[in-house]
């Protein structure tokens, strides 16, 4: 019962966008730290030292240099804790998922290309290799976009990404981004 309430609520959590997520996440925090020095002002002198104790308690580091005293604090802190820990299983989730789809386009080849000052090779083939391997090696940060008709991407690096279509066509020329493209050309 227990488990399946917690794979629905990851389940639905991991469809939330990451802005919100990200807002509400910094925004509890933040109220967090001045309801700590609320409910206990004695331990917790100032909403700073408050944000510290909610941020230890969040990553679950828990250095135990302040420790809430009145229950009211203990249950509060508890909250917390389990904030914490259902805040970075959503987010491990949502970068799981991302990583997941991101994959799958790169695989699917239906990616599209958002970069700028990238260099888009048209058409696969030893010579456009052979080029790619020369760009690479002598600048490894620059990204290079292939577009070819080939069913997969015909080489596999980080930096070389690969559109499947006819190159002729407006709209397979927008997914390489080619009107960004410090360069482009074609090698048979």
Not at 9 to 25: C, N
Not at 104 to 128: F, P, R
């Amino acid at each position: 019962m227990m488990i399946s309430l917690i794979k629905k609520v990851l389940h639905h959590s991991i469809r939330i966008e990451h802005w919100k997520i990200i807002f509400f996440g910094i925004l509890f925090i933040f109220i967090s730290s001045f309801v700590i020095h609320w409910i206990e002002p004695e331990e917790f002198k100032s909403p700073y030292i408050g944000f510290w104790f909610v941020m230890t308690t969040v990553s679950q580091v828990g250095l135990g240099d302040y420790i809430p005293e009145t229950v009211a604090g203990r249950l509060f802190t508890t909250v917390i804790y389990l904030f914490g820990i259902s805040f970075f299983a959503v987010m491990i989730a949502k970068w799981i998922d991302f990583i997941q789809k991101y994959e799958e386009l790169k695989e699917d080849n239906t990616m599209v290309y958002q970069g700028k000052n990238h260099v888009v090779m048209i058409t696969w083939s030893e010579k456009a290799k052979l080029s790619i391997m020369e760009i690479l090696n002598e600048k490894k940060t620059t990204d290079i976009v292939v577009i070819d008709k080939l069913e997969e991407a015909p080489i596999d690096d980080d930096n070389v990404y690969y559109v499947k279509g006819d190159p002729s066509k407006v709209e397979i020329l927008d997914k390489a981004n080619v009107l960004e493209a410090k360069s482009s050309f074609c090698l048979r």
